[in-house]
């Protein structure tokens, strides 16, 4: 079944709604006086197009129709959901929402992505006011699952909630209206604060980004904040921590100093409400589950080379800097034995349901070895900058063995064949003196200009005919050429 929305303003938050209900299958249609609105929400499709179907392991349904409208009430008519993006200003609001309820079917729902007013003050003078609800999220809309959603109808908020909850996003139900609904209060607290620790000359703006970013941040990603204090408090909870710290809010810390008082009364909520949300889980297991999910962001963010991720990757290349995986073949080459190319732990986002390393993680790490033996006989980072690199043709693995996470492996390698274009490769993984797997690898030299085979340079050149020296005596690997003909 075709459903439409409508986004009434095409701005930042507008385009974000548009792509999030677009990308889900939803017909949308746009209304924005912008002449470059079109060329604008493009641009946020575009970046929607890119990451937002990365989040799911299923198919998304096939994209909509997307339509602008220079009419408002053209843009509304037949609309299930119609999201107002306008800026801030409630007698510009009041104006679109009398223009919306003249031509728009009295059961839609009509969103407001406003960050600061309540229900009662956009329903002023509506034709029908329960119709209006708030519906702000965060952007960027078509990534971040929260919408706050601030209604005093029941109905109109489940209907609301339903539709939200089939676009991949999490309502937030406000039980009572305020100014600014929850997060942007919770944000607006930490913005001050900020704002006089510049002022004060206590740190900048980046040292303070620093603070979220490599510290707490991190641990609201995954926990929040009362389950993140709830750890805090050890085994005897959330009552522990408050008794412990509660009274901290009594000294002068911060700017923002009306606090309410710890009563016993406020102690006993706020402890049973952390019972009831994490209460199934113990202090042990919560420390697990949140060093597991530390562990994937900080590695997704190693992978961007972002934030704390690119500090982890300095701190590898330090490490790696005194091992012998900074070897050089221009500085020698050990007659008769693999090279190292790979020891490293076993990362927790290696390991699947079945507790041990993913098939496919064998093949990250026999990657990664190839990798490294390339930049080994000199095709490094410069080199391929220059124009030069190999792209794999064939891999052949054999399983031999589980590994759990936090094992230690090794990957060893010898060059079967480094002559002209050719690359062949045989890896053994191991886990101290167990075997784990084996992979042949075979590649091919190519001119990243044209991006077809071509002769290596001569420091490649020369860093292969090093290791086929040093290994030419070492016998065949068992296993190797089942796949991947031996060479001739």
């Not at 003249?102 to 600061?116: L, M, Q």
């Not at 091992?323 to 076993?346: K, S, Y």
């Amino acid at each position: 079944m075709t459903r439409t929305a409508a986004i009434i303003g095409g701005g930042v938050i507008g385009g974000g709604w548009a792509a999030r209900f677009l990308l889900n299958g939803w017909d949308v249609k746009i209304c924005d006086p912008d002449p470059e609105a079109q060329r604008k929400i493009g641009e946020v499709l575009a970046n929607a197009r890119r990451s937002l179907p990365g989040l799911s392991d299923v198919a998304l349904p096939e994209e909509g129709t997307l339509s602008f409208h220079a009419d408002l009430s053209e843009a509304v008519a037949g609309a299930t959901w119609i999201q107002e993006s306008v800026p801030e200003r409630l007698e510009l609001k009041h104006k679109v929402f009398a223009q919306i309820q003249a031509a728009c079917a009295p059961e839609a729902v009509i969103g407001s992505s406003t960050s600061g007013f309540k229900p009662s003050e956009l329903q002023q003078g509506a034709a029908r006011p329960a119709q209006i609800v708030v519906a702000h999220p965060f952007n960027p809309v078509y990534l971040l699952p929260l919408v706050e959603l601030v209604t005093a109808e029941q109905e109109v908020a489940e209907r609301a909630a339903q539709i939200l909850t089939g676009i991949g996003m999490l309502p937030l139900f406000l039980r009572k209206e305020i100014d600014a609904h929850v997060a942007d209060r919770l944000l607006e607290a930490v913005w001050r604060e900020a704002l006089w620790l510049v002022k004060d000359g206590i740190a900048t703006t980046e040292e303070i980004d620093n603070a979220i970013r490599y510290g707490f941040g991190l641990r609201w990603a995954q926990m929040g904040l009362f389950e993140t204090y709830r750890i805090a408090g050890g085994e005897a909870g959330m009552k522990h921590f408050m008794a412990q710290f509660g009274p901290a809010l009594k000294w002068p810390w911060t700017k923002l100093t009306d606090v309410p008082d710890f009563t016993d009364e406020l102690v006993d909520l706020i402890a049973g409400q952390s019972d009831e949300q994490s209460g199934a889980h113990t202090i042990r297991e919560l420390e697990r589950i949140r060093d597991t999910n530390l562990v994937a962001i900080l590695r997704a963010l190693k992978g961007q080379g972002w934030g704390a991720g690119a500090l982890l990757t300095d701190h590898d290349k330090r490490v790696r800097a005194a091992t012998a995986l900074a070897a050089r073949a221009v500085d020698g080459v050990t007659p008769g034995e693999p090279i190292l190319t790979q020891a490293r732990a076993v990362p927790l986002d290696w390991t699947d349901y079945n507790g041990h390393m993913n098939e496919a993680r064998y093949l990250d790490a026999f990657s990664m070895a190839t990798d490294r033996f390339m930049e080994f006989i000199g095709c490094d980072a410069d080199y391929i900058a220059a124009g030069g690199s190999y792209f794999t043709a064939e891999t052949h693995i054999q399983y031999v063995d589980e590994v759990h996470a936090g094992a230690r492996i090794e990957v060893k390698t010898q060059m079967l064949l480094g002559a002209g274009k050719k690359l062949q490769l045989f890896h053994w993984m191991y886990a101290g003196e167990r075997l784990l797997a084996t992979a042949e690898h075979f590649l091919l030299h190519v001119s990243l200009e044209t991006r077809r085979p071509s002769e290596p340079g001569p420091e490649v050149a020369e860093g292969l005919r090093l290791v086929a020296e040093a290994q030419a005596d070492m016998p065949y690997p068992e296993g190797a050429g089942r796949t991947i003909r031996r060479p001739g």
